[in-house]
C-alpha cells in the first residue's frame, strides 16, 4: 500500500474537538497523487485524464489534533476503463476512516470514457490490493 503521513491542522478541527468529517476526504484526494500520476505524470490539470464516479466514507472512530494521521492507499478494482482505490486513515495504531472511491479514464474533449491502456493497468497493478498485502 502507497503512505503518506498527515499532521492535521489546527483549523481543521470543528467545535467538538475533532477532526472535522469534510477533512479526511480532502486528505485522500491528495494521498492519490501517486495514482494520478500514472495518467499525468506532471499532474497539469490541462492534460487530466481522469474524473471521479463516485466515493464513499466510513468513520470508525474520530480523528484528533496533534497526533500524525497515516493514510494508505492501494487499488482494489481495474476495470476496463475504470478503478477503485481502498484508502485507510490511522491514527494511534487504530484505524479511524475508510474510503472507496472510484475514477474513471476520460476524455474531457470527446466527453467519454476512455479504456484503460495496457501501461496504466500496469501502473496502477503496482498497488493492487492484493498485490500490496
Known sequence: MLEMQIHPRFQETDALGHINNTVPAVWFESARDPLFRVFT?????RDWRLILAGYSVQFKRELFYGEV?????AIKRIGGSSFTVWQEAWQ???LAVTA???L???DYQSRK???LTHEQREGLGR???EASE
Open 100 to 102: 472507496e472511491t472510484t
Open 127 to 129: 498497488w493492487l490490493l
Open 69 to 73: 494521521v497515516t493514510l494508505k492507499s
Open 104 to 106: 474513471i479514464h476520460f
Open 41 to 45: 505524470p506532471d499532474l497539469d490539470v
Open 92 to 94: 494511534g495504531g487504530e
Open 113 to 115: 470514457a476512455l479504456p
